[in-house]
T-cell receptor
Framework: DQQVKQNSPSLSVQEGRISILNCDYT??????FLWYKKYPAEGPTFLIS?????DKNEDGRFTVFLNKSAKHLSLHIVPSQPGDSAVYFC????????????FGTGTRLTVIP | DADVTQTPRNRITKTGKRIMLECSQT?????MYWYRQDPGLGLRLIYY???????NKGEISDGYSVSRQAQAKFSLSLESAIPNQTALYFC???????????????FGEGSRLTVL
């Protein structure tokens, strides 16, 4: 069973607007959550993370929100830029799981100029 | 030069052949991983190694084996390739001594394997 789920395979947003990517998880032992971005023909690269003791982490245009009770996190990109067009993977880990990452299926974001 | 290098980048082979994918890293990290990416399934962990003497199975290790030849080298083998092993394979590293519990991984550029 997929422990980390991204139910939207794709998302299109106009340049300058907000992009919201969503992620749900089922394992309550997860205590660290990450977002990765992947361009074609490249490996995923780390974008932003959040510990389970927080509900928000911000880094420039990127903000990750965590709702532990709902087992849900989201990535907000404001303002969206064409260079943000990529596949975004949500991932989660836990100390009890040796900190190995479990990935979601990815959401392809297209930012339209 | 990339910090995590995978070879080959692309490979087409036939069912039953033995295939090895190689990964080397210059980041000095202790932990190394092999993932595969399939459409609609995201990245799934095949094997991981916390140091040269430590090898562990991941979610989907059946049909695969690995070898940690040195801290910097981690290879993935398919002893007898089958078509459903057609996928994009990623090697990754992380720093055991780095920021605790971040799980941040550094990925190679991927090896696309096609099994006919």
């Amino acid at each position: 069973d997929q422990q980390v789920k991204q139910n939207s395979p794709s998302l299109s947003v106009q340049e300058g607007r907000i992009s919201i990517l969503n992620c749900d998880y089922t394992n309550s032992m997860f205590d660290y959550f990450l977002w990765y971005k992947k361009y074609p023909a490249e490996g995923p690269t780390f974008l932003i993370s959040i510990s389970s003791i927080k509900d928000k982490n911000e880094d420039g245009r990127f903000t990750v929100f965590l709702n532990k009770s709902a087992k849900h996190l989201s990535l907000h990109i404001v303002p969206s830029q064409p260079g943000d067009s990529a596949v975004y993977f949500c991932a989660a880990s836990s100390i009890t799981g040796a900190n190995n990452l479990f990935f979601g299926t990815g959401t392809r974001l297209t930012v339209i100029p | 030069d990339a910090d995590v290098t995978q070879t080959p980048r692309n490979r087409i082979t036939k069912t039953g052949k033995r295939i090895m994918l190689e990964c080397s890293q210059t980041k000095g990290h202790d932990r190394m991983y092999w993932y595969r990416q399939d459409p609609g399934l995201g990245l799934r962990l095949i094997y991981y190694s916390f140091d040269v003497k430590d090898i562990n199975k991941g979610e989907i290790s059946d049909g695969y084996s690995v070898s940690r030849q040195a801290q910097a080298k981690f290879s993935l083998s398919l002893e007898s390739a089958i078509p459903n092993q057609t996928a994009l394979y990623f090697c990754a590293t992380s720093d055991l001594g780095g920021t605790p519990n971040t799980g941040e991984l550094f990925f190679g550029e991927g090896s696309r394997l096609t099994v006919l």
